[in-house]
């Protein structure tokens, strides 16, 4: 059964970096897309960037287009959300979620996600 856990949250000055680390204790990941979730207090969930089952395919909102970059180690089982150039307004929970629906070589930032980790907090502020 998949089960995703998040970690690599925390505080960062504006224009810092922080590395994302969604990983799979079921050691299944390999069979999903993974996406990159964010949700700020009093805000609605947005989402961040997803890739494909392979690695090939990435997608980006366009908020963070430049600055941040998707990645998978599929034999550690780990999708990674690297973050830079933080802006106060990156401030949210980050989730990782996955979908069993997309084709190997693809992923859709408005796919079918039905499993979500619990999320890892960031914060950007001087």
């Known amino acids: 059964q998949l089960q995703l856990v998040e970690s690599g949250g925390g505080l960062v000055q504006p224009g810092g970096s922080l590395r994302l680390s969604c990983a799979d204790s079921?050691?299944?990941?390999?069979?999903?897309?993974i996406g990159w979730f964010r949700q700020a207090l009093g805000k609605e969930r947005e989402a961040v960037s997803c890739?494909?089952?392979?690695?090939?395919?990435?997608n980006y909102a366009d908020s963070v287009k430049g600055r941040f970059t998707i990645s998978r180690d599929n034999n550690k089982k780990t999708v990674y959300l690297q973050m830079n150039s933080l802006k106060p307004e990156d401030t949210a929970l980050y989730y990782c979620?996955?979908?069993?629906?997309?084709?190997?070589?693809?992923?859709?930032?408005?796919?079918?996600?039905?499993?979500w980790g619990q999320g890892t907090q960031v914060t950007v502020s001087s």
């Open positions: 979620a996955a979908d069993p629906y997309a084709v190997r070589t693809m992923c859709d930032l408005t796919g079918e996600y039905t499993f």
């Open positions: 079921g050691f299944i990941l390999d069979y999903y897309a």
């Open positions: 890739i494909s089952r392979n690695g090939i395919s990435t």
